[in-house]
């Protein structure tokens, strides 16, 4: 559940840099002042974004549209801090009779496709009519509103929404070009408040799914990397940086309880973690001539 703190005013987040020992800066994450920062940022942007009904027509209007992108250049830059600056944060924001201040409320996953501000992340995400004021917060604590919805795919769960960078200089991440079984990936995203955790993991399953009639199929993956929920949307990714797939959804597995009772934790056989392909997100996208 993600935790509500109380107001921070005009204070802007920091991300705390430490030394380590071998002499490299490596980034420690300070979860409290994100969460702080993440209202407080999206007032200063200025800018009213999206919200509960607005965003869901919104979504609803881009199925079965496609965004022109360019493809982004593979650099094999696949450290930590060089994918997290690609690594964003999707969040909303209520107001606090109590406090009379806005919070952060619901946390999830994304990541920008493009330098204009074209930001990926699952269709479930944006599809919350009661949620508040939609933001997108990148790696160095910028909160952008979320302006609008470009493209999206139900029965696939992935979308593409849109921010304005302003001029600043946005991080993108590369498509793969494909994905099997048995690959080493990673996943980067925020599960249960936790921000920019990393898991590692294999693909464990490619696997195609019906969809409704009009749609075919799509193709989705098994991973055994660890996520959780506020994980929704993250980024998966192979060795080199390329993006294989997106963080969608879990499913236990049970054993079968005794008569008259209901499962429980202790009846958990395995959890299927399973993602939207890279396939899909393509999809979504139409490269320029």
Not at 54 to 60: H, V
Not at 132 to 153: K, N, Q, R
Not at 215 to 243: M, Q
Request: hydrophobic share 45%; net charge negative; proline share 3%.
């Amino acid at each position: 559940m993600t935790k509500h703190l109380e107001a921070a005013g005009t204070m802007r987040w920091l991300l705390l840099l430490a030394v380590a020992a071998a002499g490299q800066a490596a980034p420690v994450i300070d979860d409290v002042a994100l969460e702080r920062g993440f209202a407080a940022g999206l007032a200063r942007s200025g800018v009213a974004g999206l919200h509960g009904g607005p965003a869901t027509r919104a979504l609803a209007a881009a199925e079965g549209k496609t965004v022109g992108l360019p493809a982004v250049k593979a650099t094999g830059a696949a450290d930590y801090e060089a994918v997290c600056r690609a690594v964003v944060v999707i969040g909303s924001v209520y107001f606090c009779r109590d406090c009379n201040q806005s919070h952060m409320g619901a946390v999830s996953s994304g990541w920008i496709a493009g330098a204009e501000g074209e930001v990926v992340t699952n269709h479930h995400v944006l599809d919350d009519k009661t949620a508040g004021e939609l933001g997108v917060m990148t790696f160095d604590g910028t909160v952008y509103a979320v302006l609008d919805v470009l493209a999206a795919d139900r029965e696939g769960d992935a979308a593409i929404l849109r921010i304005d960078p302003a001029g600043a200089a946005l991080s993108a991440l590369p498509l793969s070009d494909g994905v099997k079984t048995g690959d080493n990936i990673r996943v980067i995203g925020h599960p249960d408040g936790r921000f920019y955790t990393l898991t590692e993991g294999i693909v464990s399953r490619v696997f195609t799914e019906a969809a409704s009639d009009e749609d075919g199929t799509r193709t989705w993956l098994t991973v055994t990397a660890d996520y959780g929920g506020g994980s929704s949307g993250a980024p998966v990714l192979n060795e080199v940086g390329e993006v294989v797939g997106m963080v969608s959804s879990t499913a236990a597995l049970l054993a079968d309880a005794a008569e008259g009772t209901e499962p429980g934790a202790a009846d958990v056989q395995m959890v299927f973690r399973d993602c939207a392909s890279a396939e899909t997100i393509r999809g979504l996208m139409k490269r320029p001539e």
